[in-house]
């Protein structure tokens, strides 16, 4: 019988995958903010960066790491894959946890 614990891992695992491409997602890139990406919009509202603000170390990291280029998408979809596995897993396991229930009742006594 599948264990609910290896669904629940995978379905957290798939969230913290997929939380690593929202950098890239927002728009921090390789080469800087991207035009028209809610990172440029958030940088026009806040004017000039300073340094050590989270604005910087995300543009930091995107530019020094491979969070700055198209790899994040991938990782964004392995993630996906594994919350849709950590899903199916917990619905088989719930299918033969209700199978298992059926056939013992179909032992009891009724009177």
Same mark, same amino acid.
């Given at each position: 019988? #599948?264990?609910d614990k290896v669904g629940k891992g995978f379905i957290l695992g798939g969230f913290a995958?997929? $939380?690593s491409s929202v #950098?890239?997602?927002m728009g921090f890139t390789a080469s800087g903010v991207a035009k028209g990406s809610i990172a440029a919009l958030i940088q026009s509202t806040i004017g000039n960066v300073? @340094? @050590?603000s989270l604005f910087a170390m995300a543009q930091?990291?995107?530019a020094t790491t491979a969070l700055g280029t198209a790899a994040p998408i991938v990782v964004a979809g392995a993630g996906a894959g594994a919350i849709v596995y950590g899903v199916?897993?917990?619905s088989q396991s719930k299918e033969i946890e209700k199978m298992e229930f059926e056939d013992r $009742?179909?032992?009891m006594c009724y009177e």
């Open positions: 019988m #599948p264990d995958v997929i $939380s #950098p890239y997602i300073a @340094g @050590g930091s990291a995107a199916y897993r917990l $009742s179909s032992y």
